[in-house]
């Protein structure tokens, strides 16, 4: 398997683990049980899970009123897209 293919398949597993965190700490919120640390959510975006974060919010409404949220979330974008363009268009994997 191609080395972009590996980071496809990372990128898309890594969005998806972020937007399920999202679905599950808003039901953890509604249901008022523990929830799933905040450093834990960060955490994701900055693995490359920002996109899948950002819909997260989006979708389940979730964490949509901290800006603190959104300001990370987007930083992490902004970063894995920054290294996404390097990787691709330097380096050429």
């Given amino acids: 398997m ?3 293919s590996l980071l496809l398949i990372y990128y898309l597993v890594i969005n998806l683990a972020a937007f399920s965190l999202y679905g599950a ?5 509604e249901k ?3 929830r799933i640390p905040e450093k834990t959510l960060f955490l994701t975006a900055f ?3 920002a996109m899948g974060a950002l819909c997260g919010m ?3 409404r979730h964490k949509t ?3 603190y949220f959104w ?3 987007l930083l992490a974008l902004v970063l894995h897209v920054m290294i996404m363009y390097l990787l691709f268009f330097y380096i050429q994997i």
């Fill in 58 to 60: 989006e979708l389940f």
């Fill in 32 to 34: 008022h049980r523990r």
């Fill in 47 to 49: 693995l490359g899970g």
């Fill in 25 to 29: 700490d808003k039901k953890k919120a």
């Fill in 71 to 73: 300001g990370l979330n």
């Fill in 65 to 67: 009123r901290k800006n």
């Fill in 2 to 4: 191609q080395n972009d």
